[in-house]
């Protein structure tokens, strides 16, 4: 007995919330975006961020 293989692909939509690959992308462009801003302000200022925010 032959059973047929299904010819098309369903189309799911993505997730809107939760883990999916959008969402754990714009995360890492946030984070690497961040980073560089934090090196940006010690760079300029010569203190850290911590100082520079009043914290330290």
Do not use: C
């Not at 189309?11 to 961040?34: Q, T, V």
């Not at 911590?50 to 914290?55: D, I, R, V």
């Amino acid at each position: 007995m032959t059973s047929t293989q299904p010819t098309t692909t369903p189309k799911f939509s993505e997730p809107k919330f939760g883990f999916n690959d959008y969402a754990e992308r714009l995360n890492g462009r946030a984070a690497m975006i961040g980073f560089v801003i934090a090196l940006a302000i010690e760079y300029i200022t010569g203190q850290g961020v911590l100082a520079w925010l009043g914290l330290r």
